[in-house]
């Protein structure tokens, strides 16, 4: 294993994951949040206009750097191969509770481990429920669930969501008056610009070619023990967090007092559960999507799609957590979610004769 | 004849079920609760019936409401006439002192929560600007046991040099009911230059619109204070006190109690916000406050 | 994708609405002297309507600030009691009311405004805000959380202390900052 190169690519790739999402926060994006998909696209598209909650509003180079440094790299090593085609719909509605599920946590499966390793042991529950949902997962695919097929074919439109990002990088260095900017809150909390987008573009090129994603990562143990590279990324993007955190003085161990944490741990554990279920799903983790869709997968670019409209309602409708705990739309959302897959899963399920 | 038969033996089932219903009512126990009054005896009883009903029906026993006057109240209390008590606090600390009282739940009422405060108050506009001014004037105090209408502003007094006894013109306790409302109304219409005037009440009288915030300066106030507190006797049973204290302790803005025939809110018909959980040793600042002013149970004759 | 006379009409679309759009682009770029492109700056406004609410807020609250600087707590407790009454929901007023209650020798019961102010609006925490408290939060929570922790530890069946020690974790979590 450890002759590989892929081993060593995804050894540097999490060891760049967890050294910078620490120094991103110490460069000026929110607490705990150097790096976090979800909550990027959540202040994204409130930025696009798409939701009015003034502290969460910009437009974050992080996100456009980590899909457009997969479509450079795919570019670049002749791996760009627009495809998909397949449950367009389902993806859509895929992306939409997946980012439900991160905002009830408050955070992405990267910002989760960014947390813990910063000794914010709330994150413990969500850890056990991401695991509980990959676990999920796998046992539907093994009965034959089938929510969505793979992406295949020369399916056209892989292009959309590259040139898509293209036009978001436009719009960030062009600053548009109908892109909106946090003065205050969160939104108001960035690293600076070209820091922050060279760092996703790093980022994204490395994960496009290594495949780097957390849920696979879990995943690929589950299903191949100690020996995958997957599970040793996991560990050494833990560890250069952790260090990070403890070097640059913001490592806190404790249940409270946790910048952007909640203390309903059947929520944290629920949240991450759905997310880590409907990323076995379809093939990766919110991060893993944005890469995918950078190769040219037009189905992760729905999914994608999917998370911005996702992001949007979380905080135009009161789903997203706070640290004063998880409201009752958050709830419903979450178990609403539970049910949209597991019909899913009884709906589009081969069934052996 | 058989039809005839079977309609005796179900009459006979349904009065039996009724006796048993009866009787098994009749088998919950009677426990007093005295209720020290507050501005009368109407006003506490109207206040706290709905939330001895509520306390009936969560504990399971059958309580009884006892109103009984301030200065009686630790004469009735030595000699059993009830179990529980609703005081003020330097009556709590009298019955805890002197007969092994203890602590259920604090009262949440205004801005302090089961605190509250005492102050020293002048009309707007009369001249009278701080507490030095009070000197040679006229004053009116609330009950003698009254922490915040008495005890509280008596201490501000002492601390600040000033003798109630012998530096003021005279000073007076308003006779009857309603005496915190008799004695801020006195202020504002001229029958007394000062008075010693519960913060609660002032919160109170302004919400209702009966005195505007501006009518009034605050010569002095006294650090807030735990004010009405639920106790029970000692030797009570441990499960039945418990009981009541988890009954008070889980109140909340919905839940209802009967009186007279209707349904009503337990807080909002007692005019409070809930109950708090606080230790004996929060009303130590009451024990230090009555022994400065020479009150029970520390008086010294 | 050059074969016959369709591909060719599309090319020729293609590159004609490219190059309108770059000169639309252009002349208006030249032309905007300023002004906005959709007629109103959607930010602009969301400033100014932000600072008009934080000017009427300190009009409004202003009598209370005086008193409360002059030193006469309970009258400004009153007032404030008043503009409660009159605009419930409104952050402002729990803010102020912490601040006054701190003043007053109960931390307890300003710890719980605070709570309430912050749920409502996090803007009194943010540094960046005109409306920030967060120096004033924070040096309740840094002097009472011991203390909080202290008498929870030794008072572990008392809810009043557990639920006082749950807000004040929430205010930690609050100022310890994170994305909400």
Redesign the interface.
Known sequence: MTRSIEFWMTMATALLLGTVGVLLSVWGNPENSGICVSCFIENSAGALGLHDNGNMQYLRPELIGFLLGSTASALAFRDFRSRGGSAPLSRLFLGIFLIFGCAVFIGCPIKLFLRLSAGDLTAVAGVAGLLGGVWLGLRGLANGVELVKPSQGNASGGHLIPVLFVVLLIFLFMRPEFLLFSVKGGGAQYAPLSVALAAGVALGALAQRTRFCITGSIRNTFLMGLRTPALWGLLVFVVAAAVSSMVSGRFNLSLYGQPGAHLEHVWSFLGMGLVGWISVLIGGCPFRQLIKAGEGDADAGLVVIGMFIGGALSQSWGIAATAAGVSLYGKVAILLGFAFVACGSLLYRERSR | MNYFRILNTAFALLMLLMVAGCSSEAKRPVVKIGYMLCNSEEETMQRFKPLTSYLSDKVGVDFVMVPVDTNDFEKRFKNGEFTFAHTNSILYVILRENHGAELLASEKRG?????T?G?IIARKGSGIERLDDIKGKRMAFGPMLAPTGYMAEYDLMLAAGINPENDLAHYTIPSGSFKHEKLIYGVLYGKYDVAAAP?LD??NM??DGKIA??D???LA?S??IPYCTFASAKGTDPTLVKKVKDAL?NLKPGDTGEADGEVLKVLKAAWIDGY????DSDYDVIREMAKRVNMPPYQKY | MFRDFFDKSCWGLLAVALTALLAVLLVDAANRDGKSARGSNKAMEREMAYHARVELINKLYGPVEVLRTAG????A???L??LN?RYPGEAHGHIL?GLI?QD???P??AI?SFVEGIKLNGDYVDDKSPLSRRREIQGLVDIRSKDVSARVAA?PD????AGLLQKTNYLKSRLAGGCE
């Open positions: 801005k302090f929560g089961s605190r405060a102050a913060i002032i919160e302004t919400r915030a501006d009034f300066v605050i106030q650090v807030p302790m708090e959980d606080l230790l | 006469r707590n309970q009258e407790l009153l007032k009691d008043e009454r009311q209650l007053m020798g109960a307890d019961e719980a008072n008392n809810r009043t202390l």
